[in-house]
């Protein structure tokens, strides 16, 4: 019960008489824009997940000498 070749084709049909070749076009361009922005932001995601959260300037060096307890 899947779809042959020729119900596709049917389809693709009726999909080019109702939209018209044009808007089909700037759909397809669309869509890749689209992709290709999803793709570039993924990128950026990742590269910044790789980043220190914290960088070296804000980081306070130093030395424990001695811990303290407090007790209450």
Do not use: C
């Not at 044009?22 to 995601?45: Q, S």
């Not at 910044?48 to 811990?67: L, M, R």
């Amino acid at each position: 019960m899947g779809l042959s070749v020729t119900h596709l084709l049917v389809v693709l049909g009726i999909v080019i008489v109702v939209f018209g070749t044009k808007r089909l076009r700037n759909i397809g361009a669309d869509l890749g824009g689209a992709i290709k922005g999803f793709r570039t932001a993924m990128k950026e995601g990742e590269s910044e997940e790789n980043k220190p959260t914290v960088d070296k300037a804000d980081a306070i060096e130093g030395e424990v000498t001695s811990k303290k307890s407090e007790k209450d």
